[in-house]
């Protein structure tokens, strides 16, 4: 089962456990109050106000940054003490943020002894509940029962599904042959086809029926579908069931109805609106703290080449409705990178990158000049990432949709940048053009937020930088 938060479908396992942390972490506030305090707990609260916001305070920033390293994510792939040292972090920097507000705000403040210990006690309770989550509970209680009807090649694409994080919200109870339809499927999964349909979803107890016929046209089961979903079982169209599932529009299903007719796809007024006052404010905020960092990278640079040699470099990338800008980095390869052979894809261990290239890289200091391509209109902080033009002419001339995204601005952070590895093929372009339609499709204020906390793992644990 998943559940839709912030313009994105979370499973439903994961959902509980985000609760239960949040009541965790509230408590542990409370806790810390009763134990630093035992006997003035009253006189506190009738002295400085009622307790009740500086839990719930305490519980929404820890929730957050536990989103902002993944913590809630179902790609989360660490170890133990990967997840440790993520739980920790999270909690010192919950912490930091939970100290800010306090002290901006002084009527809420609880004192450091309290704060200490709230902390302490939190990072215990959440170890704890990891634990008990990990070992303790059923993940099939939450995974939704699924029938499909077809079996065919693109029945196969949910067969096919081979990710653990994939398959983690339902379970395919078997699937049923239309008629004249060959089997891509398992066939142990095959069920009799001349069973009724609403019989065979009652006896295996389906929550959810998904049509994935090859050929509508063919003797299409309305009447059986019609029953089910009167009888309370939800009948989800292919394309619709993998976007929820796998968080991508599945190029190899899609087909322009869907998209034309379909829910999505939204760019009215005031989301531009928003959107623009989110680029320019996180700019300014990010501009702010980096400033320091961006005049050290400047400096290591000129140190490394010389006085003379370039700190910014300047590239052509394709824009909204495939205008081309130059987009603005910090130079992290030779001055004669690309005098050779032209443009080139970006390799693992590059000879071409620098020793400060290699840092500011890994970091991600590189991307940092963008925030002006930001400011001047030419990307927003969130979308998907500009490519160059030759590299846009031969992947839209091989991989289909490919020039619809730029039908939105490009972005320093977004959903592909997130969920897929950096792409240095068009294989990897592939890839990370499901992701980026599944943004536009479901791009929102609250989405873009989303993506912004999680951006915070990817470059605070340096993933997928090349």
Not at 16 to 29: D, K, Q, R, S
Request: hydrophobic share 50%.
């Amino acid at each position: 089962m998943r559940i839709r938060i912030l313009g994105q479908y979370v499973h439903g396992s994961l959902a509980v456990l985000a609760l239960v942390e949040f009541v965790l972490v509230a408590g542990a506030m409370f806790a810390a109050t009763v134990i630093r305090f035992p006997e003035n707990l009253v006189h506190i609260q009738a002295e400085h106000g009622p307790l009740l916001p500086r839990m719930l305070l305490f519980g929404l920033t820890v929730l957050l940054s536990l989103m902002a390293f993944g913590m809630y994510s179902s790609r989360q792939r660490a170890p133990a003490f990967g997840i440790a040292i993520r739980l920790f972090t999270s909690i010192c920097a919950a912490t930091v943020g939970t100290t800010v507000v306090f002290f901006l705000i002084p009527d809420v403040w609880v004192g450091r002894g309290v704060m200490a210990l709230a902390a302490i006690l939190a990072l215990l309770a959440l170890m704890a509940s990891r634990y008990v989550f990990s070992y303790l509970v059923d993940d099939e209680v939450f995974k939704r029962r699924v029938l499909v009807y077809g079996s065919g090649e693109r029945a196969r694409s949910i067969a096919g599904l081979r990710r653990r994080t994939d398959r983690r919200g339902f379970s395919v109870v078997g699937y049923v042959a239309s008629d004249g339809e060959s089997c891509s499927v398992p066939r142990e999964q095959l069920l009799d086809a001349a069973e009724s349909m609403l019989s065979v979803c009652a006896r295996l107890d389906v929550d959810e029926v998904v049509v994935a016929m090859d050929d509508r046209r063919r003797a299409f089961p309305i009447l059986g579908l019609l029953e089910c979903r009167l009888a309370g079982i939800d009948v989800t169209e292919l394309l619709t069931f993998l976007e929820r599932e796998t968080g991508r529009v599945r190029i190899d299903v899609l087909n322009p109805s869907w998209m034309i007719f379909g829910e999505g796809f939204r760019r009215g007024p005031i989301r531009l609106f928003t959107g623009r006052m989110l680029d320019l404010l996180a700019s300014l905020v990010i501009v702010t703290v980096s400033l320091p960092a961006m005049l050290v990278t400047a400096c290591a640079i000129k140190l490394e080449d010389g006085w003379r040699a370039p700190v910014l470099y300047r590239q052509s990338r394709v824009g909204f409705g495939g205008n081309s800008f130059d987009v603005l980095k910090f130079r992290s390869m030779r001055t004669d990178a690309e005098v050779a052979g032209g443009a080139q894809w970006a390799q693992k261990s590059d000879p071409r990158v620098t020793r400060v290239g290699a840092i500011i890289r890994k970091l991600r200091i590189d991307e940092l000049p963008q925030i002006l391509n930001v400011l001047r209109g030419h990307m927003s902080f969130v979308g998907p990432r500009p490519e160059r033009p030759q590299f846009v002419a031969q992947l839209a001339e091989k991989i289909p949709y490919y020039v619809q995204r730029h039908c939105v601005k490009p972005g320093i952070t977004g959903w592909a940048q997130l969920c897929y590895p950096y792409g240095s093929s068009e294989q990897d372009a592939l890839e990370k053009l499901q992701y980026d339609l599944y943004y536009i499709k479901n791009n929102s204020l609250l989405f873009d937020l989303a993506i912004i906390v999680q951006t915070a793992e990817v470059v605070i644990l340096g993933k997928g930088a090349r």
